[in-house]
């Protein structure tokens, strides 16, 4: 089953660039791999999908290395709006079940 | 407007007293899901389900009963709360697995069970 590791929080600053990675060892062939972002009391929202190398669209970018074994989600120049928690998911291995991990909190700070 | 709506929002009940969560999604979607959320385990999905008359178990389905009777409802069903459930609960929905379209969620039931 794929399951998900992330780090449980980072601090950034105003208009940096935020790494998050997230490690899916156990990633089967057929999962995409999915971020979403989460206000609290607010139901995740999505923010990009991919399948391997890179994706990018008006939010972030989406890195995957050739073994598909992490990921890595990069906000450019992130604002104080940007602070959440943001989630790492990957299709079940029978793409039936969906497995969030713990998230990570990422602070921005002024 | 696409959504997914969930009923109620707020809910404190007591132990025993059975309850239902309703959700709603107007997207015509195939696949819904329901999630509990606590404090430092994100997102735990109970249960899911394919397509009408289709469910089957998430990660933590004890304690939970659902139905799909029409494409657009999914809801979720506590026969004997205990406060152990007490949670924030999320409804999902998505067009289907094969597309990678993503999911859609309600906007959560928080239940306190006394």
């Known amino acids: 089953l794929a399951k998900t590791t992330q780090p449980i929080s980072m601090d950034s600053y105003e208009g940096q660039e935020v790494n998050i990675t997230c490690s899916h060892n156990?990633?089967?062939?057929?999962?995409?791999i999915t971020w979403y972002q989460q206000f609290p009391s607010q139901g995740p929202r999505f923010i990009i999908q991919?399948?391997?190398t890179k994706v990018t669209n008006e939010v972030a970018s989406l890195f995957i290395p050739a073994d598909r074994k992490s990921s890595t989600l990069s906000l450019p120049r992130v604002s104080l709006s940007d602070t959440a928690v943001y989630y790492c998911?990957?299709?079940?291995?029978?793409?039936?079940?969906?497995?969030f991990g713990s998230g990570t909190k990422l602070n921005v700070k002024p | 407007e696409a959504q997914v709506t969930q009923n109620p929002r707020y809910l404190i009940t007591v132990t025993g007293k059975k309850l239902t969560v309703t959700c709603s999604q107007n997207m015509n979607h195939e696949y819904m899901s329901w999630y509990r959320q606590d404090p430092g385990l994100g997102l735990r999905q109970i249960y899911y389900?394919?397509?009408?008359?289709?469910?089957d178990k998430g990660d933590v389905p004890e304690g939970y009963k659902v139905s799909r009777k029409e494409k657009r409802n999914f809801p979720l069903i506590l026969e004997s709360p205990s406060p152990n459930q007490t949670s924030l609960y999320f409804c999902?929905?998505?067009?289907?697995?094969?597309?990678?379209?993503?999911?859609?969620f309600g906007p959560g039931t928080r239940l306190t069970v006394l």
């Open positions: 156990n990633i089967a062939t057929n999962d995409y």
């Open positions: 998911l990957v299709g079940g291995d029978n793409f039936n079940k969906f497995y």
């Open positions: 991919g399948y391997k």
């Open positions: 389900s394919m397509n009408v008359e289709v469910t």
């Open positions: 999902a929905s998505t067009p289907d697995l094969i597309s990678t379209d993503t999911q859609y």
